[in-house]
């Protein structure tokens, strides 16, 4: 039962991750998180805009569903605890090929759920980097999952069939029986008394799947924020119309109100350069739409942005069909105060230069004087404070 749970929502969490690298658009400027991917980017595409919730959902799934799969990986692994130190590791080539992509596959799970979970967590105890230790992780990991997928999968389907689930669900501890010897060793050779029944070894593992559920779902569903206990920001961010998730503050970054008063001035390159202040910006066409912001480590929301479409911006600096654009912040000492966005995220109607927020001017927090927001784009690539904008024409 655990490993069907597993081989259903691990091939998700690989997928959903290997997106969520692809959505940086790795391939433009200063985006890519992990240069040394080498061959293994052959997937990368160039990320869409469509559907807005795309990104929203693909990163939302991997960070919910790798934290509501922890304890079926826990009680998997503390399920097959006497055949991880089988003795002695070789009794012949097939017995050592499947103890070798053990490693794979037991490190691998263990690594990959370790750094994704401090990663939400924005706690880093290691020297390494998360992108590419995450990244190279979990082709190391495929490999040892594709193999015991292979090698396993008539075992469990014969174990699937072998009693009813439902007689299972009925059976409490005093008719619990021990498991028959088998020939994996897995069975105790001397069972004690059983202490608890498969269905309430099921309902602890479901029960606690379903606490993390409860207690993270709120970090993505509108509505619930007040339930999402866990979030590592918190779940109040000053009230009001701008009273939602702040991942990086502006006292964080360092932007100090002096440099986004009124000598702030936003700089536009390209064939052309232009300054222009934010009474300026406002008064060119704004546009209003309802755009999803949605951060790596997971938690996202839904707001009503308004500002300068990004392809008038391109227009007004000689670009008509840019191929990129390189976003620049005022925190340029951040991770990700810069981003490149495609020729294609830039022609996107909905892609703005954001100055105000459902209905009111930016709080500091997020991005005042002004910030990008592009469909479906990560949200680091969202760039707040931002400075300059060079489009690159063919
Ligand atoms: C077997 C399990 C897992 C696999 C195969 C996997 C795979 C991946 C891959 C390939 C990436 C892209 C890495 C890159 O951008 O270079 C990724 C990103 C990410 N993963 Fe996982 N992952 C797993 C489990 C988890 C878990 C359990 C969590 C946390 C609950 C998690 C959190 C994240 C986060 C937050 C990112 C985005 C990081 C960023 O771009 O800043 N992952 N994952």
Not at 102 to 117: P, S
Not at 138 to 148: D, I, K, M, P, R
Request: charged share 15%.
């Amino acid at each position: 039962m655990l490993g069907s749970v597993l081989l259903i929502g691990i091939p998700i969490l690989v997928v959903t991750g290997l997106v969520s690298y692809a959505s940086y658009n790795p391939r433009l400027g200063h985006n890519d998180t992990t240069p040394a991917r080498g061959v293994l980017g052959f997937y990368l595409f160039s990320w869409i805009t469509n559907p807005s919730w795309i990104y929203r959902v693909s990163q939302g799934t991997h960070v919910i569903l790798g934290l509501v799969l922890t304890p079926v990986l826990l009680a998997k692994l503390w399920s097959v605890i006497p055949r991880l130190f089988a003795w002695p590791p070789i009794r012949s080539i097939a017995y050592a090929l499947e103890r070798a992509s053990l490693v794979l596959l037991v490190g691998g799970a263990v690594f990959e759920f370790f750094t994704g979970i401090f990663n939400v967590e924005y706690f880093y105890p290691w020297k390494f980097s998360f992108y590419d230790a995450h990244f190279f992780g979990a082709w190391a990991f495929l490999v040892g999952f594709t193999v015991h997928v292979v090698l396993k999968t008539p075992r469990l389907m014969a174990a699937l069939r072998s009693r009813s689930l439902r007689a299972e669900l009925r059976t409490g501890v005093a008719e619990t029986v021990p498991e028959p010897p088998e020939p994996d060793g897995l069975a105790p050779v001397a069972p004690s008394a059983p202490t608890i029944s498969r269905r309430g070894l099921l309902g602890v593992v479901g029960g606690a799947s379903f606490t993390v559920l409860a207690l993270t779902l709120g970090e993505s569903v509108d509505g619930l924020r007040g339930t999402a206990l866990l979030a590592p920001r918190g779940r109040s961010y000053g009230g009001g119309p701008t009273d939602f998730q702040v991942n990086r503050t502006a006292a964080a970054a360092g932007i100090r109100p002096d440099v986004t008063g009124d000598s702030w001035r936003l700089v536009l390159r390209g064939p052309v350069v232009h300054q222009l202040s934010r009474p300026e910006l406002l008064s060119l066409p704004q546009h209003t739409y309802r755009l999803p912001i949605a951060c790596v480590e997971g938690w996202s929301t839904e707001q009503t942005w308004s500002g300068v479409r990004l392809a008038d911006l391109a227009r007004m600096a000689g670009a008509r069909a840019p191929v990129s654009v390189y976003v620049q912040s005022l925190d340029e000492n951040g991770a990700f105060g810069r981003a490149t966005l495609s020729g294609y995220q830039v022609s996107d109607s909905r892609s703005l230069l954001a100055l105000r927020v459902n209905g009111v001017d930016l709080s500091p927090d997020h991005g005042y004087p002004a910030r990008v927001i592009v469909p479906a784009a990560p949200g680091v690539h969202n760039t707040k404070w931002v400075r300059q904008m060079s489009f690159e024409v063919d």
